[in-house]
């Protein structure tokens, strides 16, 4: 099983978004797709409940409830990670997951809640050694815009390679409210922000084909 966790403990940075985007692009291609939900309030498990019956089969896993587990046969596990993570839950992430991917909002205050979140990913062992593929995706971000540029900034100094930039858009809310991905909708204006995806895909590819 191959183990995505997006996490920040920053709240609001695109977290739920993100896992559930990437959970419905695994089950498209086939593979056999978990999605576990450590929030209390079930963003992703509410979203799997919304879901079309005759769209790509995501399995939900309330990572919340003692001893639950994806069924053995899972390939790909997304884990949409709680921004309340307490130390012993991050260091437990870490150590589970194959790829972290990291989504960070264009402000003052997501840059510190973010800075809080890498000095704690920093300070522990696979990190530090280097065996975790870690990864930022700018999210929300309005191009050309100075918070764009300020962002950018700000992700290089930080040790890890920012991979994707995605742009704010409606079109995510539109999406989940249906139970959808935003790669599931049919409007032509998605096709843009479905692109924006494709070096954050290709990046965790990378990592899943090279482990
Ligand atoms: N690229 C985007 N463009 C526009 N809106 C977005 C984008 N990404 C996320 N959002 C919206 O931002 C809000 C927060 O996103 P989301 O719930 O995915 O964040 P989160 O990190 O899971 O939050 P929490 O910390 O509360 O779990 C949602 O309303 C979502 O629709
Ligand atoms: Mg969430």
Redo the contacts with the bound molecule.
């Keep these: 099983m191959f183990t995505i966790a997006v996490a920040?403990t920053?709240?609001?940075?695109?977290?739920?978004?993100?896992?559930t985007t990437l959970a419905a692009h695994y089950a498209a291609r086939g593979l056999d797709t978990a999605l576990g939900d450590l929030?209390l309030?079930q963003?992703s498990l509410g979203w799997l409940r919304r879901r079309p019956s005759d769209l790509p089969r995501i399995r939900g896993v309330d990572l919340e409830e003692e001893g639950a587990k994806p069924r053995k046969k899972t390939e790909i596990l997304v884990v949409?990670c709680?921004?309340a993570m307490s130390r012993d839950v991050v260091k437990d992430v870490v150590k589970q997951a194959d790829v972290i991917v990291i989504?960070v909002l264009p402000s003052a205050f997501d840059e510190d809640g973010t800075r809080r979140f890498i000095d704690q990913l920093g300070g522990l062992k696979p990190i530090r050694k280097n065996k975790r593929a870690v990864a930022f995706v700018g999210?929300?971000v309005r191009l050309r815009t100075r918070a764009a540029e300020q962002l950018e900034h700000f992700l290089e100094d930080l040790g890890f390679p920012k991979v994707a930039t995605?742009?704010?858009?409606?079109?995510?809310?539109q999406a989940?409210a249906e139970g959808k991905a935003i790669q599931e909708l049919t409007s032509r204006r998605a096709y843009d922000?479905v692109m924006d995806l494709q070096p954050l895909i290709d990046f965790i590819e990378e990592t899943r084909l090279a482990g």
């Design positions: 920040n920053k709240g609001g940075a695109g977290k739920t978004t993100l896992a929030d309030q963003s949409d709680v921004a989504p999210n929300r995605l742009r704010d858009t409606q079109l995510f809310a989940a922000h």
